[in-house]
């Protein structure tokens, strides 16, 4: 991911993707603190990367549809959104570190 905003705030968390079409492949969303995702009128599938507190990978799903919800796994801190099929492309997998700059 080239582009990673982060969503820390009530209110940013809320919007979250909301409000956009689409998402970029080199654009993400981190929403933290998070523990689940939905995505109740969202206009767009995307891919989900379920992060620990070090940012280590502990689950993803990919192809999530709009007006669907994911819990995450236990010690979930944050939730990268991405575009769907990104999952795939970049290679994240379990027990993967993210660095974000």
Known sequence: ????????????R???????????????????PCASIHTFFMRFTI????????NRVLGVSSNVRPYRIRLSPRGTCSVLEIAQGNVKKT???LD???IFD
């Open 14 to 32: 809320f919007i979250g993707l909301l409000n956009r079409s689409s998402l970029a492949e080199d654009e993400g969303l981190l929403i933290t």
């Open 1 to 12: 991911m080239a582009r990673v905003r982060t969503a820390n705030t009530f209110w940013s």
């Open 47 to 54: 891919d989900l990367v379920f992060l620990g507190q070090d």
């Open 91 to 93: 290679g994240i997998h």
């Open 96 to 98: 993967d570190r993210l």
